[in-house]
C-alpha cells in the first residue's frame, strides 16, 4: 500500500517505494510549484495518466548522465558542426511540452496531461522549467524540457520531428551545463535511446547522496538566455 497524500503532507522516505511497481512511492496531494519543488528535491517525480490520480515515483535504479559521458555519434556531430538547426533556449516551452505529449508509434497515451502543462509552465515562468529547441526554417523540429535545481538537471521528456533535432538539443543542453557546473542529469528512467547517448543507471541510494549533495538551489530560479551567443561567456559543445 502507498499512502494518499493531502496538500499539507510530507512525502514518504523514497527508501518506502515499492518494488512493484517500481519506484512508486505515493499518490494524491497536488501539482503547485513548491509541491513539484519539495519533490524534485527530494528524487521524486509526478507520472499518471488522465483520469488517474496524481502518483509520484522514486525508482531504483534511476537512470542518469553524467555530462562529460555523454556519447555523440559522427553523424550527430556532424549536424551540430553544421548548424543544421538553430538551438533556441525559452522561447517555446509550452509549445516543447505539447510537441512531447503527441502520440507517438506504439505508446498508447501520453503522461503528460494538461495538468502536467499547465503546472510546469508555472514552474518555467518563475524560472525553474527549461527547454531547448531545435529550429529549422521558423518551424520547431524538436527539443526537450526539464528543471534546474541546483547542480542537477531533471530531464523530463524529448521529441523530435526531423532526424537528430533532439538530439542536437541534448548535445547544446549539455554544453550549457557544463559550463554551468552542473554535474548530473537526471534522466528517470532506463531506454535503449537514453543509453545509446550515455546515460546509465545508478543504485537510488547513490542518487539520492548525489541530489543532495547538489540540489541546494535559490528561492527564484531564473529565464535562460534565448540564443546561445547571449549566453554569458559562452563556450561550444564538446
Known amino acids: 500500500m502507498i499512502p494518499f497524500l493531502r496538500p499539507e503532507d510530507p512525502f514518504p522516505p523514497v527508501s518506502k517505494a515499492l518494488r512493484s511497481p517500481n519506484g512508486l512511492l505515493a499518490a494524491g496531494a ?3 510549484p513548491p509541491r513539484l519543488l519539495e ?5 521524486i517525480f509526478p507520472w499518471f495518466s488522465e483520469g488517474d490520480p496524481i502518483l509520484w515515483w522514486s525508482p531504483h535504479p534511476r537512470m542518469v548522465l553524467f555530462p562529460d559521458e555523454l556519447k555523440v555519434s559522427r553523424s550527430l556531430r556532424r549536424a551540430v558542426a553544421r548548424a543544421t538547426f538553430e538551438t533556441r533556449f525559452d522561447t517555446a516551452f509550452t509549445e516543447v511540452m505539447r510537441a512531447c505529449a503527441e502520440p507517438r508509434s506504439g505508446q498508447e ?16 515562468e518563475l524560472g525553474f522549467a527549461h527547454s531547448v529547441e531545435s529550429w529549422r526554417d521558423g518551424r520547431l523540429a524538436g527539443g526537450l524540457y526539464g528543471l534546474l535545481l541546483g547542480r542537477v538537471f531533471f530531464g523530463e521528456s524529448m521529441f523530435s520531428r526531423e532526424t537528430d533535432a533532439s538530439k542536437v538539443a541534448l548535445v547544446k543542453l549539455v554544453g550549457r551545463l557544463r559550463a554551468l557546473g552542473v554535474g548530473l542529469v537526471d534522466c528517470q528512467q532506463a531506454t535503449r535511446h537514453l543509453a545509446s547517448l550515455g546515460a546509465r543507471p545508478i543504485p537510488r ?5 548525489r541530489l543532495a549533495e547538489s540540489i541546494q538551489y535559490p528561492l527564484s530560479g531564473s529565464r535562460w538566455p534565448a540564443t546561445e551567443a547571449a549566453w ?3 563556450t561550444t559543445s564538446r
Do not use: C, N
Open 30 to 32: 497536488d501539482l503547485s
Open 39 to 43: 519533490a524534485y528535491a527530494k528524487g
Open 109 to 124: 497515451g501520453t503522461w503528460i496531461v494538461p495538468a502536467m502543462v499547465a503546472a510546469y509552465t508555472r514552474l518555467h
Open 205 to 209: 541510494r547513490e542518487f539520492a547522496q
Open 232 to 234: 554569458p561567456d559562452s
